[in-house]
């Protein structure tokens, strides 16, 4: 994650910092503490012992500079425990304010991608701490990419856009820039656009093993337009090796909807280490997708208790329950959820499905129109409130949104699909074949839509006889 960062903090004069650089690194290995930590594969009871030992040793020394505990935060990365390097890291800055140090572009950065992966942290606090780090030091990619990933995880897709734009003028050749391009494209509905930016995306390195997994991520996101992908066969053929940590792997066989896989190498991660986390809330998802959502409950409990405000969990145990249709008790947990993360489109769409589909079907507008101001061009949020303004029996408040989510997402067959099923039941048999053939042109094997169609012909048959 770190890698193109330097393995060495930057050094500023200050009486409360140690003058040679020779010494701090003679400092760094009397506690034991690897020069090149972030890098170095050191387990971590050991670099929890060498936190300890280094703090201490720089105490002994007089130090009290804030760097001890940045380095101190990166040797959990090989944990990771987001909450322990945000919390030195957090102490770092308060530190290097009170003794009136320069504020630092780069550990703000840290901090700010820490954030964002911590699944107990409201992602604006993420977004806080990289526009301080890009207001420090604005041509720094790194930090502009994060910010970038930050407002992406927030719905803001055209300040994400710029955000990548701006790391394309410094760094024209970057194939992950290029991915996330090409995915805040897909969710404004570009397809077009975000496919020739995954296509460009392999062309940008020589090491073209390590565009495979991200480019065939991105592609089965393309699924849902019936458009056909190439790149997930090829994933395993370049390096099937690539994917290590096991993790990795579980991850990749959840995107290709081998959930049996991800449970195996789920399996295998908590032999060697029985309370990794991530390991856990994957094999929730996993179950979870396999519809047995009791199980997937479970182990997304385990993740709760070991951190209680993982808002992910919590909005995963809300889908387990709407899966099984508790829809009070699910809507409950999306609420949980949406204490910690506010701003979550996906859990106040899920919520307003549940709300929509347990008959409350106001409440279900609100939090459907909720999700739609923080994400304006998801086409999953105007169809759900097409089809609850549908099961409200209000159908043609239900073909606005439904051709509101075409005009945005003409390519998405579904859409067309339930618009020509809300045309049929209004008996507007000629209007739901428009809809229907339209459909088919995008993708003419979905057996929905042929059925639909056949039945469309039959009443207009009935009808001219």
């Not at 990365?77 to 390097?85: C, E």
């Not at 699944?119 to 526009?131: C, D, G, V, W, Y």
Request: hydrophobic share 35%; proline share 4%.
């Amino acid at each position: 994650m770190l890698k193109t960062f330097p393995n060495e903090t930057r050094v500023d004069d200050s009486d409360a910092f140690l003058s040679s650089r020779l010494e701090r690194l003679a400092l760094y290995r009397d506690a034991g503490l690897p020069i090149d930590v972030h890098d170095s594969q050191v387990e971590i009871d050991k670099s929890l012992s060498i936190v300890g030992h280094c703090l201490t040793t720089a105490s002994r020394a007089g130090d009290k500079d804030y760097r001890f505990l940045f380095e101190s935060a990166k040797v959990h990365l090989n944990g990771p425990d987001y909450p322990k390097q945000i919390q030195l890291l957090e102490k770092a800055v308060h530190w290097a304010k009170i003794h009136n140090y320069p504020e630092d572009y780069y550990l703000l950065t840290v901090l700010g991608i820490y954030l964002l992966l911590d699944k107990t942290r409201n992602p604006q606090e993420a977004i806080r701490s990289l526009r301080k780090a890009d207001s420090l030091e604005p041509h720094d990619p790194n930090t502009l990419f994060w910010l970038g990933r930050a407002y992406l995880n927030n719905g803001d897709y055209e300040t994400a856009l710029e955000c990548f734009d701006r790391v394309v003028e410094i760094k024209p050749s970057d194939c992950y820039t290029m991915y996330w391009i090409g995915f805040a494209l897909h969710r404004m509905g570009y397809f077009e656009l975000a496919n020739e930016c995954f296509d460009r995306a392999p062309n940008m390195r020589e090491d073209v093993r390590v565009t495979p997994p991200w480019l065939g991520k991105a592609m089965l996101l393309r699924k849902e337009t019936g458009t056909t992908y190439r790149w997930t066969d090829q994933v395993f053929d370049i390096r099937p090796d690539y994917f290590d940590p096991m993790l990795g792997k579980a991850s990749v066989f959840r995107f290709l909807d081998q959930f049996d896989q991800v449970i195996q190498w789920c399996k295998r991660v908590l032999e060697s280490d029985d309370d990794e986390t991530e390991a856990v809330f994957e094999k929730g998802i996993a179950y979870c997708l396999m519809d047995q959502n009791l199980d997937a409950i479970d182990w997304f409990q385990k993740v709760l208790e070991s951190q209680p405000n993982n808002f992910m969990a919590m909005y995963w145990i809300g889908i387990s329950y709407a899966d099984e249709k508790k829809y009070e008790t699910a809507i409950d947990w999306y609420n949980r959820s949406l204490q910690i993360n506010p701003n979550d489109s996906e859990c106040l769409m899920r919520k307003g499905i549940s709300l929509g589909l347990w008959g409350k079907y106001e409440e279900a507008i609100e939090s459907l129109k909720a999700a739609l101001d923080l994400d304006a061009f998801n086409a999953g949020i105007l169809q759900c409130l097409g089809i609850t303004y549908g099961l409200s029996k209000k159908y043609h408040a239900a073909l606005e949104w439904y051709e509101k989510a075409n005009q945005l997402h003409p390519e998405d067959n579904s859409i067309l699909y339930r618009k020509g099923e809300l045309h049929h039941i209004l008996g507007e048999y000629e209007q739901a074949l428009h809809c229907f053939d339209a459909a088919l042109k995008i993708y003419q094997d979905d057996y929905d839509v042929l059925h639909s169609r056949a039945k469309t012909l039959e009443k207009l048959k009935n009808e001219n006889e």
